[in-house]
């Protein structure tokens, strides 16, 4: 299933990033560089998808792609070549 998860890159001053969701305050990870930050959000989502299951939560509706054929939103980091 897939989601609209909100996040904040938010640089450190030793360097690298740490990622927060304003959605999921359960979600939290780093990175040395912002693709590697991006990069760790997918195993940071997973654990909080599960510490919900756990816990018999659902996850926030907010989150959830609109149905069917309507138009979605999404703003994603990429790189140049």
């Not at 990870?29 to 599960?50: I, K, M």
Request: negative net charge.
């Amino acid at each position: 299933m897939m989601y609209r998860v909100p996040l904040v890159f938010t640089p450190q001053p030793e360097g690298g990033y740490t990622v927060t969701s304003p959605a999921l305050p359960e979600l939290l990870t780093e990175g040395d560089s912002l693709e590697e930050a991006q990069a760790n959000v997918d195993d940071a989502f997973a654990a909080v998808v599960e510490l919900y299951a756990e816990q018999g939560r659902a996850l926030p509706a907010s989150i959830g792609l609109p149905a069917s054929g309507e138009v979605v939103w999404s703003e994603v980091l990429m790189g140049s070549p």
